[in-house]
């Protein structure tokens, strides 16, 4: 097919230069065709890394609170006492600590599915994306937390654990 032939079949006229309505809308429908399949796994990546971040900073917590324990001989009553109180989980959330030496019973404690505390001396945790939690980690609500677990040996989602 010669030029001319080819423009004309395409709405151009001899001469013109500019782009046609057709040519724009497939250039539109390729690029918003490109966002539908970068989005979602941009959006993933975040909640990857708040996830990995929310991991890193409860491991962090962790290690303070047993680096309190040995120079005070207990544990800090609440993370104010190590200057934690304020810093905000990946989502703005504040992290959440219980320590069992100010608890009685087992209601507040973090628990498994066989319905046993998860730790010894105290419970670290993020709520999550969903700033929702309860105690037993089976719950829908909990699946997303991030917690310290088996006194530090396990800090990750309460989903995987």
Do not use: H
């Amino acid at each position: 097919m010669r030029q001319i032939e080819r423009d004309r079949f395409f709405g151009k006229q001899p001469g013109s230069r500019g782009f046609t309505l057709v040519e724009l809308l497939i250039t539109i429908a390729v690029i918003l065709t490109i966002c539908a399949i970068a989005v979602p796994n941009l959006l993933a990546a975040l909640d990857q890394a708040r996830m990995a971040k929310a991991v890193s900073d409860i491991r962090a917590i962790g290690d303070e609170v047993q680096e309190y324990e040995l120079v005070n001989g207990q544990y800090p009553t609440t993370l104010a006492d190590i200057s934690r109180d304020t810093f905000p989980d990946p989502w703005g959330n504040p992290y959440q600590y219980l320590n069992f030496a100010g608890t009685k019973g087992k209601g507040a404690m973090r628990k498994d599915r066989f319905l046993v505390p998860i730790n010894t001396f105290f419970d670290l945790y993020s709520m999550g994306k969903d700033g929702q939690t309860v105690a037993p980690l089976t719950a829908k609500v909990s699946q997303d937390d991030v917690i310290w677990a088996n006194d530090g040996d396990y800090v990750g989602v309460a989903s995987q654990y």
